[in-house]
């Protein structure tokens, strides 16, 4: 079944550590994107990226890098300039040509220790 | 600027009663509007979805929402709550297809017995 595969589930981040997180898609979907969720705050966009080789920062890229080298793949990088990392990662694709919708991953919880 | 604002951030509803959370939305022209749940820990399911056409939309799960462009508003209802609908739930907006969706900060329902 298609779908849309975060990894890993849980993360955990000494202070001053890259960390990667995993998103793949087999939906054949022309856009990605990434949210950061902390309670009470909804769901705020990191980046996003509508073809391949090429992304867009959202609201709150500061501390964050993304790439996007194949339709499938859009990893989220956390640098250490993320001075507040802990919180739960949501990755989403769609078609650009329509509008029905994201479908999202399961998601990341990221803490840092 | 686009944005969406759930004015109630806990709502607490009887098993049977019926139930209705609050959207509203602020953009200019009419907006890609979307409903969507999610369980603790989990992604983000899409519940249902307004573009054009009837403004009384249909979803999964026996909900329901009306679009009414005078008040800028997309609630979301459903007639008669099971204790599995308890959950978060998020209502948000897009300009366009494949452009990045604007979420609100959520309602938590939670269902008693």
């Known amino acids: 079944d298609g779908g849309i595969t975060q990894s890993p589930k849980y993360l955990f981040r000494k202070e001053g550590q890259n960390v990667t997180l995993s998103c793949e898609q087999n939906l054949n979907h022309d856009a990605m994107y990434w949210y950061r969720q902390d309670p009470g705050q909804g769901l705020r966009l990191i980046y996003y990226?509508?073809?391949?080789?090429?992304?867009q920062k959202g609201d709150i890229a500061e501390g964050y890098s993304v790439s996007r080298e194949k339709k499938e793949s859009f990893p989220l990088t956390v640098t250490s300039a993320q001075k507040n990392p802990t919180a739960f990662y949501l990755c989403?694709?769609?078609?650009?040509?329509?509008?029905?919708?994201?479908?999202f991953g399961s998601g990341t919880r990221l803490t840092v220790v | 600027a686009q944005s969406v604002t759930q004015p109630d951030i806990h709502i607490t509803v009887s098993e049977g009663a019926s139930l209705e959370l609050r959207c509203n939305y602020s953009?200019?022209?009419?907006?890609?509007l979307f409903w969507y749940v999610q369980s603790p820990g989990q992604g983000l399911q899409l519940l249902l979805k307004y573009f054009s056409g009837d403004t009384l939309v249909q979803g999964i799960k026996g909900f329901e929402a009306e679009f009414k462009r005078s008040q800028s508003s997309f609630n979301l209802r459903k007639p008669s709550v099971h204790w599995s609908d308890a959950a978060e739930y998020f209502c948000a907006v897009g300009r366009q297809a494949g452009t990045a969706l604007i979420f609100g900060k959520g309602t938590t329902l939670s269902v008693s017995s």
């Open positions: 990226s509508q073809i391949v080789n090429d992304f």
């Open positions: 953009y200019g022209a009419t907006p890609y």
């Open positions: 989403a694709s769609t078609r650009n040509a329509e509008n029905y919708g994201y479908t």
